[in-house]
């Protein structure tokens, strides 16, 4: 029987990166993978392939309606050829998974194809795809087996027309009328790339606002930038039934009014979030506790109430971020090797990638409301940036969120071009504590999108914004 100080659990980002980092600490290291592709739900069927669609989609739609206005003329009609879209997407995918499995190699992890459970709390049975099962024994193993779509109770999702994000990704062609069942993150995503391929896209939204967890500002930008760009909203709508009859699909939602509400589509995109992932793991051989709600139970140092087995990622409390894992596989693999890792869960930012992109970290408006913290507000809006004319990006803004009495920053809250990549200074920022004055008086690269959060920053300190 083969012996390892570190078992994992799933090769998702926090799988991985955990057997990585164990590796680099001297840990002899297993990674288990039920599927014949490393990476996870990311890399296969989630953030990797649906950022290739939205940025494949994004070049048509300019080619179709932005082109010109840089003095490009294409001859001739432009033409989607969306298998050809399809099969880029899945190349990436390709070249994304086979990197992981470099890394694997590279690092002298040893990798197991097969379902992973528990015998017990130091041995783990790995069932692979012919029925053979073989035994390992592990010091200390790691839970990372992730998540998978949620649906609602009355929901029968069949793959075909009632799908998932997983589903979405993979169509056969450009849906006449896709009606999504949720306003988050993954259901505009999604709903982005198919509306500008024209899609008609109707988003079916319970709670009264899209993307209800982020700044109450940031809602009310992309809800009018997206309508603007064509897609359709339905907020405070509850959906109570979803049937299909050959090629359409129905679905029934009553308004705040209590108003009964049809949509009928070619395709429905169920989005409502995930849930936990421990279908098979046998938790309960190792006596591990699993909460009602599906979750891996953990304390701080994100261990089980079983001292040597952890885990990490969407299995546990928190936000289901690709990046909040891979934080705690390094995490969880430097606990084990005796050294005394932080992570502050305040600072792991939250992206949507639509365009314009919506970034945040810290603490929203709202919570800061709710929490009876006094705090100052300063705001700056793209448009007034010379890059941003420049490129044809105007919608969007910056939002500082600072401290009344000490000027420490708060909250940091985007939307704009490229504030993916932008929210990392505001991370960066408040991990060393910064205050608003402090980031106002770094130099900011002109002409640039972060001059807006320079600009932002003066306007949090004492209204001094210099471009408004």
Not at 231 to 241: E, L
Not at 444 to 457: F, S
């Amino acid at each position: 029987m083969n012996t390892y100080d570190v078992a994992i659990i799933g090769s998702g980002p926090g799988g991985y990166v955990a057997a990585i980092r164990c590796a680099q600490l001297g840990l002899k290291t297993a990674l288990i993978e039920k599927y014949p592709v490393l990476g996870g739900t990311c890399l296969n069927v989630g953030c990797i392939p649906s950022k290739a669609l939205l940025d494949s989609s994004h070049h048509y739609e300019d080619a179709l309606n932005h082109f010109a206005d840089h003095g490009i003329e294409i001859p001739g009609d432009i033409k989607l050829n969306f298998k050809k879209m399809v099969e880029r997407k899945q190349d990436v995918v390709d070249q994304t998974t086979k990197g992981i499995q470099f890394l694997m190699d590279k690092n002298k992890v040893t990798v197991y194809e097969g379902l992973g459970s528990f015998k017990d709390a130091t041995h783990i049975n790995i069932k692979n795809n012919k029925g053979k099962t073989e035994t390992i024994e592990a010091k200390n193993t790691i839970i990372a087996t992730g998540s998978k779509p949620s649906t609602l109770p009355f929901i029968k999702i069949d793959k075909e027309r009632i799908i998932t994000s997983t589903e979405a990704l993979k169509l056969n062609e450009v849906p006449k009328h896709l009606v999504i069942i949720g306003g988050g993150v993954i259901g505009l995503e999604l709903g982005q790339v198919y509306q500008r391929l024209g899609a008609e896209v109707s988003v079916v939204e319970f709670m009264d606002r899209i993307i209800p967890t982020m700044d109450g500002a940031q809602s009310k930008e992309l809800t009018k930038v997206l309508k603007k760009q064509g897609m359709k909203f339905y907020v405070s709508h509850k959906v109570n039934g979803v049937t299909r009859k050959g090629k359409e699909v129905t679905v029934t939602a009553k308004d705040k009014n209590d108003k009964d509400i049809t949509f009928t589509g070619d395709y429905c995109l169920v989005s409502v979030g995930r849930r936990p992932y421990t279908d098979g793991l046998a938790a309960d051989k190792a006596g591990v506790k699993i909460t009602e709600r599906g979750m891996v139970d953990v304390n701080d140092h994100l261990q089980t109430n079983i001292a040597n087995i952890y885990a990490i990622g969407d299995v546990v409390r928190g936000a289901m971020l690709a990046h909040k894992a891979e934080e705690e596989g390094s995490c969880v693999a430097e606990i084990i090797a005796g050294q005394k890792p932080h992570i502050d869960y305040n600072l792991i930012p939250g992206v949507v990638y639509t365009w314009p992109e919506v970034a945040s970290v810290g603490k929203t408006e709202e919570q800061l409301k709710e929490a009876k913290v006094d705090y100052k507000v300063g705001q700056f809006p793209m448009r007034a940036l010379g890059r941003s004319r420049a490129s044809g990006d105007t919608d969007g803004f910056v939002k500082i969120l600072a401290d009344k009495a000490t000027d420490e920053v708060l909250g940091v809250h985007m939307v704009g071009a490229r504030v993916a990549d932008l929210i990392a200074e505001a991370v960066t920022a408040m991990e060393f504590r910064a205050s608003a004055e402090d980031i106002a008086r770094m130099s900011h690269a002109h002409p640039t999108y972060a001059e807006a959060v320079k600009e932002a920053a003066l306007a949090a300190t004492e209204d001094r914004a210099l471009h408004v």
